[in-house]
């Protein structure tokens, strides 16, 4: 991809507080890549492609990567609060679909924060404490919104420490198969086996979709772009860095899953790395892996209702909801009122709905979100602005909306059901918008 990195971007004045580095954008897009979801996603992998984990791991890394090219330009061409929603505003100058994507962003960042607390909630956190689902899961919610009023500095700090110990675990999985192969045990021909009776490819794309989930997380970034030194210079090699890092990792769990347990066994397990490591026969103690575990949910639920706040405040500065949204917090600049109202839908959000389908619908509306971005590319080229800013080749958007058509296309009707019944809600609410006389363009 090409770049145009100087020096000297110049972003303007801003509500919010310029206070993330390059290392910090660096480690909140890792630490939101790297969340919890590779810590149960072999087991369903495996289902799909057997042994090969590897593979769809690879696959999505390169997917994400050009959508991700998307992103890079426009975020360091236009370094505002609100991501997709206001990239779509500016290139189609359609409000009704500027507000559809910021609202299928915002839907999306609320209902995977929904589904984390519900999985903080579960058995992982029943290993130390017997409490109801829900109200753990409300209370988890509270607390994650006062961390991410306190301050984005304070929440980036805190993540810092919850990517080191989220990714340590992954380190424990790879390291311990490596122990394992050193003993003479585990199986290496495991990792080019397929289910009988599949066609590889088939299989590998179809495992894509799902191993798509565990990258997306990189959208969360382009939210918090406003609050970034230097974006031009910072965000492409986070960016990159992040994703690049996060897909070797992934890479090599899969490749250590499938050397340390058959794909059947797998498959059959709720905690399928802590299936691995004990499988290794290195001494490492269940508590030890519920714990990062809980780490790695409650780091995703930060980055994720970080991002929703943020494309609420965005929306709410462009006109596409209501003003009161926009308000920051006084000393603090942080968009109190958005990290209020998201919060309490995610909340309402756990009294409903199943992890799985949650889960799939979260990517659905990403992908329309991801197109629309990708689009926005070729059609802001003609848009100049005064500061340097990344630009990647003409080609690569094409290739990202191509990706995501394909992805859209292995989705299960009821996903779509969902998906497009949210959307719904947002055509209703952008209807009442403009009925009580909101500015909406």
């Keep these: ?52 984990l590897w593979l769809p791991l690879a696959v999505a890394l390169l997917l994400a990567l050009l959508t991700a090219g998307s992103y890079a330009e426009l975020v360091t ?48 956190l029943g290993t130390f404490l017997d409490v109801p689902a829900v109200p753990a899961a409300v209370v988890f919610l509270g607390l994650v919104a006062l961390l991410n009023a306190r301050g984005i500095a304070e929440s980036l700090r805190t993540n810092l420490v919850m990517t080191v110990v989220e990714v340590s675990g992954l380190l424990i999985v790879i390291v311990t198969v490596a122990v394992l192969l050193g003993r003479g ?52 090699r986070a960016l990159f860095g992040a994703l690049v890092t996060a897909g070797v990792v992934y890479v090599l ?34 508590w030890v892996f519920s ?57 309402l959000l756990t009294l409903v709905g199943d992890l799985s389908v949650l889960a799939s619908t979260v990517v659905l509306l990403l992908l329309f979100v991801f ?15 005064e500061h340097a800013h990344f630009r990647v080749p003409a080609v690569v958007p094409v290739l990202g909306v191509a990706s995501c058509v394909l992805l859209l296309t292995r989705q299960e009707g009821t996903v779509w059901l969902y998906g497009l019944g949210l959307l719904a809600v947002g055509v209703a609410l952008y209807g009442l918008t403009r009925l009580s006389g909101r500015r909406v363009s």
Excluded: C, H, W
């Design 371 to 385: 197109i629309s971005t990708n689009v926005a590319v070729l059609v802001l080229r003609r848009d100049r602005v």
């Design 253 to 286: 769990v899969g490749l250590a899953s499938s050397i340390a347990l058959p794909a059947a066994e797998l498959s059959a397990s709720s905690g399928p790395l802590l299936a691995v490591v004990q499988a290794t026969g290195v001494g490492i103690p269940a």
């Design 77 to 124: 061409k236009y370094p505002r609060a609100g991501g997709a929603a206001i990239f779509a505003e500016r290139a189609f100058r359609n409000p009704l679909v500027a507000f559809l994507v910021g609202f299928a962003m915002l839907a999306a960042g609320v209902t995977s924060a929904a589904g984390l607390a519900l999985a903080f909630a579960g058995d992982y």
């Design 185 to 236: 045990g585990g199986d290496v021909g495991r990792v080019t086996e397929f289910p009988a009776g599949v066609s590889p490819a088939a299989a590998t794309l179809g495992a894509a979709v799902i191993a798509y989930y565990s990258f997306v997380g990189f959208e969360t970034s382009a939210n918090v772009a406003e609050e970034v030194r230097d974006p031009s210079r910072a965000y492409p």
């Design 291 to 347: 714990l990062i575990a809980l780490v790695a949910v409650a780091n995703g639920a930060l980055l994720t209702m970080i991002m929703a706040s943020r494309v609420t405040y965005g929306m709410a500065e462009q006109g596409l909801l209501p003003g009161v949204l926009a308000r920051v917090l006084p000393g603090r600049r942080t968009p109190a009122v958005a990290i209020v109202a998201t919060t309490v839908l995610a909340m």
């Design 1 to 52: 991809m090409a770049t145009q990195l100087q020096p000297g971007t110049t972003t303007g004045e801003s509500k919010l507080r310029q206070s993330i580095t390059g290392p910090l954008l660096f480690v909140f897009i890792l630490g939101d890549v790297l969340g919890a979801g590779i810590y149960a996603l072999m087991g369903v992998l495996s289902q799909e492609v057997g042994g090969a």
